[in-house]
């Protein structure tokens, strides 16, 4: 890999990074709130709450696999 390609994917890494920061920040004002899709688990008792995040997680790892392919075939 020469240093034009590791420049490319870096800035491509800020890039994403940086729109990952602004849909957190933004979260809030979304009409979807990512960590409470329907699909993520929570279970409320009496002084105790278990919160799986099922949905999330899978969207995540889809959204991160196809950023590292597009990465990976340039």
Do not use: C, H, N, Q
């Amino acid at each position: 890999m020469d240093l034009r390609e590791l420049g490319r994917s870096l800035i491509l890494v800020g890039v994403v990074i940086a729109a990952l920061g602004a849909l957190l920040a933004l979260g809030s004002k979304l009409p979807w709130r990512i960590g409470r899709l329907p699909g993520d688990f929570v279970i409320r008792r009496d002084g105790f709450t278990f919160y799986f995040p099922l949905v999330t997680s899978i969207l995540l790892s889809l959204v991160l696999t196809l950023i590292l392919a597009l990465i990976r075939r340039r």
